[in-house]
């Protein structure tokens, strides 16, 4: 019988938006009542592509928590053809700055200014690679012929085998991975560094794991469904569940919870990203009791990630209680309103103690 409790270090979130101004104000409380830290990504607009606008943007998270919080936002910068290598050493001597995020451009939300070619980096690549600093990559592909539920599949095949090779020693995240190819690669890459860390690991969003693409077509076109990488076919969040909850350490928790205003989603054009920063927690116990795999999600959620990047394990605990309740249909949000994903459908588990938790919850 599930045990109606489950008592979980306090978690990290290795792959976070936060946006920026009222945005930023609405989204942050939500996380912050589940995570102790978070890898904050740069795609804002400007994007975060210099040392002091990752010190600027790192001192708005810090304004905008609630009284009291405990929260560190671990912050990144975002490539681009013209990143150097004394970049790179400037990033890694500041002290706040944990990794750099690769966007092919236009591959999604605000990455316009991305990277070009992969040749146009190696400079900074190989920077990285000396001073241990990690590489995050959204694994899509931009080629128009590619169909849209294979681009993480190419980039791999086509980009990220010739950059490993190139690269043996570079610490290297492909973030939110859709795909059993993508798991499959990162469990054959066993090198690891010098304090037992992988090199290359992987994050696992939560949407992933509960939903393949059907989702997105259940009784309509359902936008708040569509992220980048897509949802895929059955078979791929299967293999994605067998991933997150192997109890391998190169598998670890990165929401990728995506806010973005109602009128932004529902609409001819909509953005790609699902808001999961509101049950974040409670998506993935959902998720690791499909495989009665609950005893690993301690792991997966609070230690695997944190070695990964060399940093402590947090102190205290969140508890999730066993207890259904129903997502809320909408959230304030930027002077408007924001859908999170499974609006109106209930869920098993509720978060029941956290530090600095919202007293609406």
């Not at 980039?155 to 059993?180: G, M, Q, S, Y």
């Not at 999730?320 to 209930?346: C, F, M």
Request: with cysteine; proline share 6%.
């Amino acid at each position: 019988m599930t045990a109606r409790l489950l008592t979980l270090t306090r978690p990290d979130d290795l792959h976070l938006h936060l946006r920026d101004g009222a945005a930023l104000r609405d989204a942050l409380p939500w996380t912050v009542r589940q995570f102790a830290r978070a890898i904050v990504m740069p795609n804002l607009k400007p994007p975060v592509v210099q040392v002091q606008q990752a010190v600027d943007y790192r001192n708005r998270i810090l304004a905008a928590l609630p009284a009291g919080a405990d929260f560190t936002p671990l912050m990144t910068l975002y490539l681009t053809d013209a990143t150097s290598p004394q970049l790179v050493q400037q990033a890694r001597d500041s002290g706040i700055i944990h990794a750099f995020k690769l966007y092919p451009a236009g591959a999604t939300t605000n990455s316009d200014s991305g990277v070009t070619e992969l040749k146009r980096i190696y400079p900074a690549l190989d920077a990285m690679q000396r001073l241990g600093m990690p590489l995050l990559i959204h694994g899509e592909v931009t080629d128009p012929e590619v169909d849209v539920f294979d681009r993480e599949a190419v980039f791999i095949d086509r980009h990220l085998v010739a950059l490993r090779r190139a690269f043996p020693a570079l610490k290297i995240v492909l973030e939110h991975i859709t795909t059993a190819h993508a798991a499959d690669f990162v469990r054959a890459c066993g090198e690891r560094d010098d304090r037992g860390a992988p090199l290359q690991a992987a994050t696992l969003t939560a949407h992933h794991l509960l939903h393949n693409r059907n989702a997105m077509f259940s009784g309509g076109l359902r936008p708040h469904y569509y992220c980048l990488p897509v949802l895929k076919r059955e078979r791929h969040r299967q293999a994605l569940l067998d991933a997150a909850t192997s109890g391998d350490d190169r598998f670890f928790l990165g929401t990728d919870s995506a806010p973005h205003a109602r009128g932004a989603k529902e609409s001819a054009c909509g953005c790609a990203g699902c808001f999961t920063a509101v049950n974040a927690l409670e998506l993935y116990a959902t998720a690791f009791e499909q495989r009665d795999a609950l005893h690993r999600l301690d792991d997966f959620a609070s230690r695997f990630g944190a070695a990964f990047y060399g940093l402590p394990r947090n102190v205290g605990s969140v508890t999730l209680e066993r207890a259904d309740w129903q997502v809320p249909a909408s959230l304030p949000y930027a002077e408007t309103d924001i859908v999170p994903l499974q609006a109106g459908d209930i869920l098993p588990w509720r978060l029941s103690s956290a530090p600095g938790q919202r007293a609406d919850t």
